[in-house]
């Protein structure tokens, strides 16, 4: 079994930051792109941003140099540092990541999400 479990989320006002925090453990052999998604009530789950196995990074158009991801594959966990937040970021975030098992199984695994609520 593989788990994704996320941290970081909560209240923030407007322009100030957070960081999200995941860690995938379990029966692990590779990890490749990681990445956040998030989805706000009503709305389509979109993508926050990713990174693959080779620090390619890749962000949503929304970002605009707000947000920086990053991984420690020593530890195989992503972060997400959310600066100049706004209320329009308000969603659940979701971490997820495309993993070999050591069954040799390659599947996208997701966390439960955290909630982010920016409000003043």
């Known amino acids: 079994q593989v788990q994704l479990v996320e941290s970081g989320g909560g209240l923030v006002q407007p322009g100030g930051s957070l960081r999200l925090s995941c860690a995938a453990s379990?029966?692990?052999?590779?990890?490749?792109?990681m990445g956040w998604y998030r989805q706000a009530p009503g709305k389509e789950r979109e993508l926050v941003a990713n990174?693959?196995?080779?620090?390619?990074?890749n962000y949503g158009d929304f970002v605009k140099g707000r947000f920086t991801i990053s991984r420690d594959n020593a530890k195989n966990a992503v972060s997400l540092q959310m600066n100049s937040l706004k209320p329009e970021d308000t969603a659940v975030y979701y971490c997820?990541?495309?993993?070999?098992?050591?069954?040799?199984?390659?599947?996208?695994?997701w966390g439960q999400g955290t909630q982010v609520t920016v409000s003043s």
């Open positions: 379990g029966s692990i052999s590779n990890i490749y792109t």
């Open positions: 990174v693959t196995a080779l620090s390619h990074t």
């Open positions: 997820n990541a495309d993993i070999r098992t050591t069954a040799w199984v390659m599947k996208i695994y």
